[in-house]
């Protein structure tokens, strides 16, 4: 019989795999701005979550907010700033943190409406059946002043653990740490979701 067993390092994994990265002044107030207006020239739906077939469906009990699908428009000017900036604030983050092999930020960018009384999003993992299974980081753009705009909706990651960011700032993640948002308590709150991805884990 052939015996094996895993040896573990620990000198060559200096970082917590759980750790969350918080990138201070992404955006400036001016392009978060300019961001919501951009994005709120697409369609809005009900959030959704996954169903036990893959397929978006909504669950009041689970998340309550409302949502706009945004491409990789590159004819728009905020929507490319976007795109440019996370590919490079991600790609920093994960080569000081995490090592994911990278390869692709294939989704649509998630803008996400938290504006009513009560809307939030239980814990949940951003990975799961389908595409989902690809991602590795999860990255959220606060584009709202939590300090003027709105009371609540705090980034929580499992358990107690709140994520401090302001307007501009990018809370970069793994897709597989528990989190949620807060049930709202006044105000609006606007973020912006997106993820990267790379092959299977291995």
């Excluded at 369609?43 to 949502?67: A, C, L, W």
């Excluded at 584009?143 to 499992?158: A, K, Q, V, W």
């Excluded at 809370?171 to 528990?178: D, K, N, R, T, V």
Aim: hydrophobic share 35%; with cysteine.
């Amino acid at each position: 019989m052939v015996y094996s067993k895993f040896i573990f390092h620990p000198h060559l994994f200096p970082h917590d795999p759980n750790i969350v990265k918080v990138v201070h002044g992404a955006f400036t107030s001016e392009e978060c701005e300019g961001l919501i207006a951009s994005c709120k020239k697409y369609e809005i739906k009900d959030s959704v979550i996954s169903g036990k077939d893959g397929k978006g469906e909504t669950d009041y009990d689970i998340r309550s907010s409302k949502t706009r699908w945004i491409p990789q428009d590159l004819d728009e000017y905020y929507i490319e700033l976007l795109w440019e900036t996370l590919h490079d604030k991600i790609t920093l983050a994960n080569n000081e943190n995490w090592g994911f092999d990278l390869k692709f930020m294939y989704e649509a960018a998630q803008f996400t409406e938290y504006t009513e009384k009560g809307d939030f999003f239980g814990f949940h993992m951003d990975i799961g059946r389908g595409q989902m299974c690809l991602r590795k980081i999860s990255a959220v753009v606060m584009l709202s002043n939590p300090e003027e705009d709105f009371t609540g909706g705090e980034l929580e990651i499992y358990k107690n653990k709140f994520v401090k960011f302001g307007q501009g700032d990018i809370a970069i993640f793994p897709s597989y740490l528990m989190h949620q948002v807060t049930p709202m308590k006044s105000g609006k709150r606007y973020t912006l979701v997106l993820w990267a991805g790379g092959s299977y884990y291995k």
